[in-house]
Nanobody, 115 residues
């Protein structure tokens, strides 16, 4: 059974940093595209960052230059390093694994950016 478990969320002041982790099990991790999504209260879930099975990364415009997605296939883990955090980054962040018709989600981790 596939499981995605996020960790690393929390509360931070504007300008601060957090690193999210997503540990995967029950799947051939290296073959999946891994994504980080977020959903703020009253808003639709949006794709924040994506990393392909070969390591190519892409980002939504609002986080370019501040967030970095990476993966460690030996540890079956994907990361999201978030720097220069802003109040508008406040959301529940979800890990997602995607391959062909397979689509798996983690339970989410809360990130709150507030002074």
């Amino acid at each position: 059974q596939v499981q995605l478990v996020e960790s690393g969320g929390g509360s931070v002041q504007p300008g601060g940093s957090l690193r999210l982790s997503c540990a995967a099990s029950g799947m051939i991790f290296s073959s999946y595209v891994m994504n980080w999504y977020r959903q703020a209260p009253g808003k639709q879930r949006e794709l924040v960052a994506r990393i392909s099975s070969s390591g190519g990364a892409s980002y939504t415009d609002s986080v370019k230059g501040r967030f970095t997605i990476s993966r460690d296939n030996a540890k079956n883990t994907v990361y999201l390093q978030m720097n220069s955090l802003k109040p508008e980054d406040t959301a529940v962040y979800y890990c997602n694994a995607m391959k062909w018709f397979d689509n798996y989600w983690g339970q989410g981790t809360q990130v709150t950016v507030s002074s």
